[in-house]
């Protein structure tokens, strides 16, 4: 069985990210995947390397050096077909946290959630989209979120991460109009995974109705059948777990 049925066969593929809740999910839907090859997953800590097809690597979003040396890993023996960034940050600690209202605004949370949830994935992107596969289905792929559109802001609040993610959505639509004038099959998107059941998202799910607060591997089911679904035609934009188009 495969989910991956609009990409050629024996997919290259590289998961960054692979120790997250959501990349590890990935990495296991992949790996029983029989469209695909080869997964190349990418992280800071380590991430599950006993599944088949699935060899592990390091990268650092805020180290532009390791980024470059994971592409050169993940196509030492072939082209890629699929790239899905899965890394993100919400919170860290006690200081770094959602911010209620423009008082809790500070330059140092703002500058950290930007490093992660946009600059590292463009900077992956600036090194993996150049490696894919020409001539087939291709698509790179980062997470984004509902709360990153502009246009469906009506609470306000989490200023660092609504900004980070709408700035990420922009990297990605810029991102797809160069890629396609060489990669014309290919697809570049931000993918919302829904409000998922991971450390990012925990302190803040309290209110989330069961049946809207998803298992990494429900979220990750979705997600892959999404991708499956995209095409050219939709490449720069930011599509929701559903298949929905999330306006900016």
Not at 42 to 70: C, H, N, Q, Y
Not at 102 to 123: S, V, Y
Not at 173 to 187: C, F, G
């Amino acid at each position: 069985m495969s989910l991956l049925s609009s990409f050629s066969s024996e997919c290259n593929v590289a998961v960054i990210g692979a120790s997250g809740g959501i990349g590890q999910a990935m990495l296991r839907l992949l790996s029983d995947d029989l469209r695909v090859a080869n997964i190349h997953a990418f992280a800071r800590s380590a991430a599950d390397g006993s599944l088949p097809k699935v060899t592990t690597g390091f990268i650092d979003l805020a180290d532009e050096d390791s980024i470059a040396a994971a592409v050169q890993l993940a196509t030492k023996q072939d082209a890629l077909d699929l790239v899905i960034v899965t890394s993100g940050i919400l919170w860290k600690g006690e200081k770094l946290r959602p911010e209620k209202s423009m008082r809790e605004l500070d330059a140092h949370g703002l500058t950290q959630l930007f490093a992660i949830n946009a600059a590292g994935p463009a900077l992956v992107a600036k090194h993996f989209l150049p490696e894919l596969r020409k001539g087939s289905k291709t698509l790179f792929a980062s997470l984004s979120a509902r709360v990153g559109s502009i246009s469906d802001n009506r609470l306000g609040g989490w200023y660092s991460y609504r900004a980070s993610k709408a700035a990420l959505n922009m990297l990605l639509k810029t991102l797809a109009i160069e890629h396609a004038r060489q990669w014309p099959d290919s697809v570049v998107v931000g993918l919302h995974p829904g409000t998922v059941n991971t450390p990012l998202s925990r302190p803040y799910t309290s209110r989330t109705p069961k049946d809207a607060l998803f298992s990494p591997d429900t979220s990750a089911s979705h997600l892959m059948k999404v991708i499956d679904q995209l095409s050219p035609e939709d490449s720069g934009g930011v599509f929701a777990w559903d298949g929905t188009r999330i306006e900016y």
